[in-house]
């Protein structure tokens, strides 16, 4: 999460606007922020009530073992007509690549 919001202003650069969502509650980002991460200046919402239903449109809940009720971690990129045109899911311990991200929505900007 602190990479993606130290890169917000490149993001926002491609029109493009960063936020998560994970299936925690409101408290438990607040406490992730004020003991781990640091503050962030993105959108971080939450899946919570009803319990996943975000994760589970997109299809990135976990349904079985291990850890059964939390959403697989993915990045997603949903264009303005609201067309998923990139979607990667990431092993747990692996990160979003900033680079990736960007590159996948610079082919969506129009060439000049």
Known sequence: MPALDSDREKFAALDAQVLDISVDSIYSHKAWQ???????HIPMCSDFYPHGAVT?????????PPLAG???????????GGKIVFARVYPLDQ????????????????QD
């Open 56 to 64: 589970q449109a997109f299809g990135i809940m976990r349904e079985g």
């Open 95 to 110: 990160t979003p690549k900033n680079d990736e991200l960007l590159e996948a929505l610079q082919k969506l900007s129009p």
């Open 34 to 40: 004020k003991f781990e991460i640091g503050e962030i």
């Open 70 to 80: 939390i959403s697989e971690r993915a990045a997603f990129i949903v264009d303005k």
